[in-house]
């Protein structure tokens, strides 16, 4: 959506450097969460806090509807540009990102 990319740009360059690093270390650390959660169930209350700081972490760059999260979570599972990135910090992370999201969107959560 050019509006999203429109949105997410302007936000992006309004942040100054220490804000640009801080967003994205929150990031990094939100990834390294989620993987140290491997194994468990993608709807267990752990994963979905972290699934619920992903969310929040988003509305750094645009304001992300359940539709858009669901399609990143799809992303993130088939794309290779996206699943490449994931793999490298485990090879499941991709797949389980995903299922996480979906079950995320599916609880209702996505939509506060």
Same mark, same amino acid.
């Given at each position: ?28 650390? =939100? ?15 752990a994963v979905q806090a972290v699934v619920a700081r992903w969310h929040q972490h988003l509305r750094a ?39 996480? =999201? ?11």
């Amino acid at each position: 959506d050019p509006k999203v990319v429109a949105e997410s740009s302007r936000r992006w360059q309004s942040y100054t450097a220490a804000d640009k690093a801080r967003i994205q270390r929150e990031g990094g650390q =939100i990834y390294q969460d989620m993987a140290a959660l491997l194994g468990r169930d993608p709807a267990d209350a752990a994963v979905q806090a972290v699934v619920a700081r992903w969310h929040q972490h988003l509305r750094a760059f645009y304001e992300p509807t359940p539709n858009i999260l669901r399609g990143l979570g799809q992303a993130y599972a088939q794309e290779p540009q996206f699943s490449a990135f994931f793999a490298a910090l485990h090879p499941d992370l991709p797949a389980f990102l995903s299922q996480a =999201i979906d079950a995320y969107v599916a609880s209702g959560a996505a939509a506060r």
